[in-house]
């Protein structure tokens, strides 16, 4: 064996470390793996199911007005989240590369850059208190301004 050719301290470093070593490898071997092998499902996050949108609710509907909110409250984190994840990847890669950046860089920053906009068109200048309704509302009056501004240029 390898191990009898081998130094008096290394002999005594391997004996310790089977002495602490054995339990935990038995306990993960023994509960561990067995138990993770019987659940094949992953749990990641909570996944909540698509609710009719404000303009699809009744207006004498409440219950439907209110998933509509949750839905729009949910979906705000989730794009706040996503743009703070591009705005740290950007800035990060700015700091990687240094003089290179501007050229390195360029897929991040347009990334981040058109979820920014994206963002701002969609929950921009309605303050932070905002609700659903008021998203829609900012939504319809863009699309009336933008069909308005395609006749003025047509004509």
């Not at 002495?19 to 990641?44: C, G, M």
């Not at 699809?56 to 743009?83: F, G, H, S, T, W």
Request: glycine residues 4%; contains cysteine; charged residues 35%.
């Amino acid at each position: 064996m390898a191990d009898d050719n081998a130094p008096p301290f290394a002999k005594v470093a391997m004996g310790v470390f089977k002495i602490i070593d054995a339990p935990v490898t038995l306990f993960r071997e023994k509960f561990v793996i067995p138990n993770q092998e019987k659940s094949t499902h992953k749990w990641y996050h909570r996944r909540f199911r698509r609710v009719p949108s404000f303009d699809e609710c009744d207006v004498d509907d409440p219950i439907c007005m209110y998933e509509a909110e949750e839905q729009y409250r949910r979906d705000k984190l989730v794009d706040n989240q996503i743009l703070k994840i591009l705005r740290q990847r950007k800035i990060e890669c700015l700091a990687w590369e240094g003089p290179d950046a501007s050229r390195k860089c360029k897929k991040v920053s347009e990334d981040y850059e058109t979820s920014a906009t994206n963002w701002f068109i969609k929950y921009g200048d309605i303050g932070a208190s905002a609700t659903g309704i008021d998203a829609y509302m900012k939504q319809k009056h863009r699309l009336i301004w933008e069909r308005r501004k395609a006749a003025r240029e047509e004509a």
